[in-house]
């Protein structure tokens, strides 16, 4: 069974920085593709950033440099760097995994091709 614990969230402010954890045992097996998303109240989930089974990785337009995702595989842990908060960051922070899909990127973000995911970690930043 694939589990993935987020840690890390918090309450921050304007230009603070935080980092997140996922703790997966898939992070070690480099099939998967790890992606962070995230949900704010009343909207829609959207992902935040992806790493591929090659190490490739992908982060999406709103994070202007700001966001960098990484993994240990020794340490079987998933990160998302988030420096230079904004309050629009404020949302609760998923980790996700999926196998290889023919003909799906891992970089697509699209929620329904991931079957696991963590249950979130919150991320509020205060002006």
């Known amino acids: 069974q694939v589990q993935l614990v987020e840690s890390g969230g918090g309450s921050v402010q304007v230009g603070g920085s935080l980092m997140l954890s996922c703790t997966a045992s898939?992070?070690?097996?480099?099939?998967?593709?790890m992606a962070w998303f995230r949900q704010a109240p009343g909207k829609e989930r959207e992902g935040v950033a992806a790493?591929?089974?090659?190490?490739?990785?992908s982060h999406a337009e709103f994070t202007e440099g700001r966001f960098t995702i990484s993994k240990d595989k020794a340490k079987m842990i998933l990160y998302l760097q988030m420096n230079n908060l904004k309050p629009e960051d404020t949302a609760m922070y998923y980790c996700?995994?999926?196998?290889?899909?023919?003909?799906?990127?891992?970089?697509?973000?699209?929620?329904?091709?991931?079957?696991?995911w963590g249950q979130g970690t919150q991320v509020t930043v205060s002006s």
């Open positions: 898939v992070v070690s097996d480099s099939n998967y593709c």
């Open positions: 996700a995994a999926h196998l290889p899909i023919r003909g799906v990127s891992c970089h697509a973000f699209r929620r329904t091709d991931f079957p696991y």
């Open positions: 790493i591929d089974r090659f190490g490739t990785k």
